[in-house]
């Protein structure tokens, strides 16, 4: 049973040997095109970022009056196990459905999109990085600035946040004043993408011309056609 799909994958493997330049270039050609379509006409895409420190207002029952509530001391702020227990659910609220659709409530904008919204986090320290994208740098800006609002008075308030840990402020820093955004070259991307494009297309290509191809290929072929054995064939 291998030896017939041996035989019968032959041609094919036997074809796109002999086109082999062809569909090196076909698939050169796609990645220009791919390229420059990412390079020129494309438009381009947008990432507005900022890095967020979260900072914990410790209850200590043992001091008296809220004046001895002060802000948590550099031990508690670097505390890895606290980080690791608290970051992935701060991320997954930042993430979450809720959030997207409260900061469209609050802000009015329709446009902010739950898939062109990121969060990630470093599980040793508690600053985490959220990002979101558009094809307006302003838009990517001002949508980023809405939900960072948003889950900034949200958090705090979440069931899921105190049962993690008690406290009587968590307040959400960004680390620097101005968010940073910074534009994604699709040129590479839209390559590699026409490139692959190409080599599958130049390779159904060819296997589709050998299949709808009519004339004789095989000694076996003129013989069955004929019903009359070759006794010898002439080479090109």
Known sequence: MENDVQKSST??????????????????????????YG?????????????????????????????????????????????????PTIVDIVESPNVISLAKTRNGDEGINRGSFNASYDKDSLIFNVSYTDYDPELAKGRLEDV??????YIPESEDIKEIIIASDIEF???????????????????????????????????????FD????????????TGVDVLTTLSE
């Not at 041609?11 to 420059?36: D, E, M, N, T």
């Not at 990432?47 to 508690?76: E, P, Q, W």
């Not at 004339?215 to 072929?221: F, P, R, S, W």
Request: charged share 20%; aromatic share 10%.
């Open 173 to 211: 820093v960004k680390t620097q004043n101005n968010i940073n955004v910074s534009v994604s070259d699709n040129s590479k991307n839209a390559a590699l993408i026409s490139g692959a494009a190409g080599v599958v297309f130049s390779t159904v290509l060819f296997v589709l011309i050998y299949l």
């Open 11 to 36: 041609p094919f493997l036997r074809i796109l040997k002999a086109r082999l330049v062809w569909i090196i270039l076909i698939s050169v050609v796609f990645v220009l095109a791919g390229y420059c």
């Open 214 to 225: 009519n004339k004789v290929k095989t000694v076996k072929e003129l013989e069955e056609i």
């Open 39 to 87: 390079k020129f006409i494309a438009k381009p895409v947008y990432t507005a970022s900022c890095d967020v420190i979260v900072k914990l207002r410790y209850v200590d029952d043992s001091l008296n009056g809220d004046s001895d509530h002060s802000v948590a001391n550099s031990n508690k702020l670097n505390d890895f196990s606290l980080a690791q227990r608290m970051m």
């Open 148 to 153: 960072f609002a948003t889950f900034k008075v």
